[in-house]
């Protein structure tokens, strides 16, 4: 397995399509499918916002990162524009701000992390992990943080054996029957203590 700290270019589907599979949840309200998230998304991934896996010259994961206020997808209201109503942008924008996580500028937000139904299991999530670890050190950061839905106990075992430590945990509240999920807890990887260090 390969693990690379960008996106290569050619790849914007393939990850893109791992990526809304896996956290079609969170993408289910704005988009309906798996397929119109990523048919809508695909051209808006920054490539150098996402560490990537390639085995056998085959993308097998992905994980985005927030940093200098871009995410890993980046459409603009004019992109929603051209699809949605003036109600169905404004209503898509202000729903997928609600999931995005505020900027510290001493921390790197992670945002998403996916790996293909038939690569899970294999260490590839871990390894992408640790990539996005080793990145925040190289940028100077003191911490890496993510948000985990109450629903994902499995991811959140990864998490928390990767060496990230739970946080606090958000309340959706009336948004619940909208996501499916009731709270999101915020987990953080602190790279200055020994403990922490990946
Ligand atoms: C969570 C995810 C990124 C982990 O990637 P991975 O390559 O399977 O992870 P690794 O092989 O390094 O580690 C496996 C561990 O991941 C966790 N895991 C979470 N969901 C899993 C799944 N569907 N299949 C396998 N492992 C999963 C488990 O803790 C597992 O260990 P276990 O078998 O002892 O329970 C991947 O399973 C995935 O894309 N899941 C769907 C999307 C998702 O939940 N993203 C996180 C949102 S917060």
Same mark, same amino acid.
């Given at each position: 397995?390969?693990?690379? !700290?960008?996106?290569?270019?050619?790849? @914007?589907?393939?990850?893109?399509?791992?990526?809304?599979?896996?956290? #079609?949840?969170?993408? *289910?309200?704005?988009?309906?499918? =798996?397929?119109?998230?990523?048919?809508?998304?695909?051209?808006?991934?920054? &490539?150098?916002?996402?560490? !990537?896996?390639?085995?056998?010259?085959? $993308?097998? +994961?992905?994980?985005?990162?927030?940093? /200098?206020?871009? +995410?890993?997808? @980046?459409?603009?209201?004019?992109?929603?524009r051209e699809r949605f109503s003036l109600m169905g942008t404004a209503i898509r924008v202000a729903g997928l701000a609600l999931l995005d996580?505020? @900027?510290? @500028? /001493?921390?790197?937000?992670?945002?998403? #992390?996916?790996?293909?139904?038939?690569? *899970? +299991?294999?260490?590839?999530?871990?390894?992408?992990?640790?990539?996005?670890?080793?990145?925040?050190?190289?940028?100077?950061?003191?911490?890496?943080?993510?948000?985990?839905?109450?629903?994902?106990? *499995?991811?959140?075992? $990864?998490y928390l054996r990767c060496g990230f430590v739970e946080e606090g945990r958000r309340r959706l509240d009336l948004l619940r029957p909208v996501?499916?999920?009731? !709270?999101?807890?915020?987990?953080? &990887? &602190? $790279?200055? /203590?020994?403990? +922490? !260090? =990946?």
């Amino acid at each position: 397995m390969n693990v690379l !700290s960008h996106v290569r270019p050619g790849d @914007e589907m393939a990850a893109t399509r791992i990526y809304c599979e896996a956290l #079609i949840q969170k993408l *289910r309200p704005f988009f309906g499918t =798996a397929d119109a998230a990523a048919e809508f998304l695909a051209p808006h991934l920054r &490539h150098d916002r996402g560490v !990537s896996a390639v085995i056998d010259g085959r $993308l097998v +994961g992905i994980a985005g990162y927030r940093l /200098d206020g871009q +995410g890993l997808f @980046e459409p603009k209201w004019r992109h929603f524009r051209e699809r949605f109503s003036l109600m169905g942008t404004a209503i898509r924008v202000a729903g997928l701000a609600l999931l995005d996580k505020e @900027e510290d @500028e /001493d921390v790197l937000s992670m945002d998403g #992390i996916a790996v293909g139904q038939g690569a *899970r +299991g294999a260490g590839v999530g871990s390894a992408l992990l640790a990539e996005i670890v080793a990145m925040a050190r190289r940028a100077g950061k003191r911490a890496v943080r993510l948000d985990v839905v109450d629903t994902n106990p *499995r991811a959140k075992a $990864l998490y928390l054996r990767c060496g990230f430590v739970e946080e606090g945990r958000r309340r959706l509240d009336l948004l619940r029957p909208v996501f499916g999920f009731a !709270s999101v807890t915020t987990m953080r &990887h &602190h $790279l200055t /203590d020994a403990a +922490g !260090s =990946a």
